[in-house]
């Protein structure tokens, strides 16, 4: 099992930024990328972006040079640098570890709750 918490959420002016950290406990050695995924009201959950165990990263097309993801050497934590921050971005922001394993069920997702990102115009 892996639990992950969020923090950082808040309210920011647009043009501002905001760093989002995902801490995860538990069977951390398992984990094999951790992403992040926001949800606006009344749309459908997307992908932010997510790193890899070996640090490669990825992110959606419309974030590019905006957003950056990073972890600590343990890899336990992960940020969500987010910079020039626009109204549109408001959303709550999710941190999803994926972990792999040699037994059954072979595959898990694992989610946060949640942190609250509000971008005023």
């Known amino acids: 099992q892996v639990q992950l918490v969020e923090s950082g959420g808040g309210l920011v002016q647009a043009g501002g930024s905001l760093r989002l950290s995902c801490v995860a406990s538990?069977?951390?050695?398992?984990?094999?990328?951790i992403s992040w995924y926001r949800q606006a009201p009344g749309q459908y959950r997307e992908f932010v972006g997510g790193?890899?165990?070996?640090?490669?990263?990825s992110y959606a097309d419309s974030l590019k040079g905006r957003f950056t993801i990073s972890k600590d050497n343990a890899g336990n934590t992960v940020s969500l640098q987010m910079n020039g921050l626009k109204p549109e971005d408001t959303a709550i922001y999710y941190c999803?570890?994926?972990?792999?394993?040699?037994?059954?069920?072979?595959?898990?997702?694992?989610w946060g709750q949640g942190t609250q990102v509000t971008v005023s115009s």
């Open positions: 999803s570890a994926h972990q792999e394993l040699r037994v059954p069920p072979y595959a898990d997702d694992f």
């Open positions: 538990g069977s951390t050695s398992s984990i094999k990328s």
């Open positions: 790193i890899n165990s070996d640090g490669s990263t």
